[in-house]
């Protein structure tokens, strides 16, 4: 794939019409279907071999949002991941990360919301590679079709399914960079722990995605510490800020670097116990979060308080459940970069199976009832 | 013959025909005097202490009126369920609800002014000017474009109990005129 990207350019084939491509392009513009980049307009028989390669009544009901009065379909969802640029072999994963999403407050009120979360996508087993997925250097993106294409159609279908637009239904006061392209795969190879979905409770070796919704994510550089103390304590500091920390507690994630992951599993710590460290050590004193008028709360909602007991450290993670605190491992083993996120609610920990009918590495198992 | 560009929205399945337009407010009574009061918190940041000023003054200035409840909906994201809504039509006269101050909440906020209105009783729903678009959109959606709210400046959640106070008895009138004959409409 590499190979062939990077050959010399041979001339379009014979037989393209661009100017009609750019008619079409503009038509889709035109009727308000773009989240603002050209879209590949959905024909019937491309659409059929995207519900061809998902294997699922286009009937089917995925979605639905009773306050808006819509739901999704597989057939919608086909249709919006053909405009977002997918291949047809994607669909499936489209699929399960939409399943997965549904796990999410994205069936609340989320699409709405003022905070205008973006999801983050997780994908392991062989459909990693078999598509092309990117686990390695900019796993955040962008430059790999799969990785950006998938996030793109749940935001489409968003957009044109639910018809949560900017400015109308949807809210969000300033969005968040990359709110419709976030999707990696965990790099499994250098993972010195077992992949997310086997965390979740899936066989080794299934394809299967994980989803939630971030508030926002910031990066931690720690390249000079060998003690995973230290490197911990970074984590611990830059989870527990006050910034985008609402309610009582908030819960979080780490996309891990291969470095950072190998340094703390070489230090004897898994996930498991990762966890354990942060949940204990993430949070602010009550003095700090007076400073910020946030050490009080009104039912579940921070505000003002009276700022006492000032020394009283308020913890962040209402436990160290796998729940609180996601853990992924992705990117380049180049630098010690990993990425802190910060969820928009509860994650589900499930991981859902990408069910490809005619792959042949499909798996046997049907999905999770949700 | 090229192939035609579908449609991604899928709002031709939704048959638009086949939903209801236009809304029939409940009948306004010519005044509040004697009125059992329900009030509606959504659980946004000073709603409950909004409404309640409300009520008081309303109790106050006709004569036995009273607030016979005040209730809080479970989720301020998705709509009144049918058996709250139940609630405010049995043991109340007119509904006060809000505060629309969030993205989906000023949505669904509308949506239950509508959903009072269907079920007989007078509404009066409350959101902040912010969110407006959202609050229209939303009454748009469910066939009652024309649907009027009383829209409040932005911000509501960092008044403190004096400032919510005072926006109350500039309000209560609002909410007197939306509620009674006075609403002309």
């Known amino acids: 794939m590499t190979t062939a990207a990077r050959s010399a350019p041979a001339g379009p084939p014979a037989g393209l019409d661009p100017d009609a491509a750019q008619a079409a392009i503009e038509h889709c513009y035109e009727q308000g279907w773009s989240d603002g980049l050209p879209l590949v307009p959905a024909t019937q028989p491309l659409v059929d071999t995207f519900l ?19 739901v999704v379909t597989v057939r919608l969802a086909a249709i919006n991941a053909v405009l977002a640029g997918c291949r ?9 990360a939409w399943e997965a999403l549904m796990r999410e407050r994205a069936t609340g009120g989320g699409w709405q919301s003022t905070s205008g979360p973006a999801p983050l996508i997780v994908v392991n087993g ?24 998938v996030p793109r159609a749940i935001g489409l ?9 900017p400015h109308e239904l949807e809210q969000a006061t300033q969005g968040l960079p990359g709110r419709w392209s976030i999707c990696l795969a965990e790099n499994e190879e250098e993972s010195p722990w077992p992949p997310l979905a086997s965390e979740a ?38 989870i527990g800020r006050s910034g985008s920390w609402i309610f009582q507690y908030a819960a979080a994630g780490v996309v891990f670097c ?16 990762v966890r354990a460290w942060l949940a204990e050590r993430c949070g602010r004193s009550t003095a700090e979060l007076a400073r910020a008028g946030k050490d009080g709360l009104d039912g579940r909602v921070r505000l003002p308080g009276d700022g006492e007991p000032a020394a009283h450290f308020q913890r962040m993670l209402s436990s160290d459940d796998r729940e609180n605190l996601l853990i992924a491992v992705a990117g380049a083993r180049n ?24 792959a042949a590495s499909r798996t046997t198992d049907k999905h999770e009832e949700s | 013959m090229p192939n035609a560009i579908l449609d991604p929205t899928g709002r031709a399945d939704f048959a638009p025909a086949a939903r209801p337009r236009g809304l029939v407010l409940a009948p306004r009574p010519p005044g509040l005097a004697g ?115 009383i829209v409040t400046e932005h911000p509501v959640a960092v008044l403190d109990a004096e400032q919510v106070r005072e926006r109350a008895k500039r309000l209560a009138p609002e909410v007197v005129a939306l509620l009674t004959a006075r609403a002309g409409q």
């Open chain 1, 52 to 70: 061809a390669a998902a294997g699922r009544s286009p009937d089917e009901v995925i979605g639905r949002l009773p306050q808006l009065d819509r």
């Open chain 1, 88 to 96: 047809p072999e994607y669909f499936p994963v489209v699929l399960a």
């Open chain 1, 126 to 149: 062989p459909v990693r590679t078999e598509l092309g997925f990117n686990a390695a250097g900019g796993a955040f993106g962008p430059g790999f079709r799969p990785n950006a294409t």
């Open chain 1, 157 to 165: 279908i968003v957009r044109n399914v639910y018809g949560i637009r």
């Open chain 1, 201 to 238: 409770g899936l066989p080794d070796g299934i394809s299967a995605v994980s989803a939630t919704l971030l508030r926002t994510c910031e990066f931690v550089d720690n390249r000079h510490t060998s003690s995973a103390e230290q490197l911990l304590g970074d984590f611990a500091d830059t």
């Open chain 1, 258 to 273: 291969p470095e950072h992951a190998q340094l703390l599993a070489g230090a004897g710590f898994d996930r498991t116990q």
């Open chain 1, 335 to 358: 630098a010690g970069i990993s990425m802190v996120i910060r969820l928009f609610a509860d994650w589900s920990g499930a991981a859902v199976p990408v069910d490809r009918p005619d």
């Open chain 2, 35 to 149: 009125l059992r009061v329900g009030l509606m918190n959504n659980t946004k940041h000073n709603a409950a202490l909004l409404l309640a000023e409300i009520g008081k003054l309303l109790a106050a200035e006709h004569a036995e009126a009273s607030v016979t409840v005040a209730d809080t909906k479970p989720n301020f994201a998705a709509p009144a369920p049918a058996d709250l809504i139940g609630r405010y039509r049995r043991e109340c006269d007119v509904v006060i609800t809000g505060v629309g101050d969030c993205g989906s909440c000023s949505a669904s906020a509308v949506a239950d002014g509508i959903l009072f209105e269907q079920a007989g009783l007078p509404a009066a729903v409350i959101c902040s000017d912010a969110f407006a678009v959202t609050a229209t959109a939303m009454a748009e959606l469910r066939g009652a474009p024309d649907y009027r709210y």
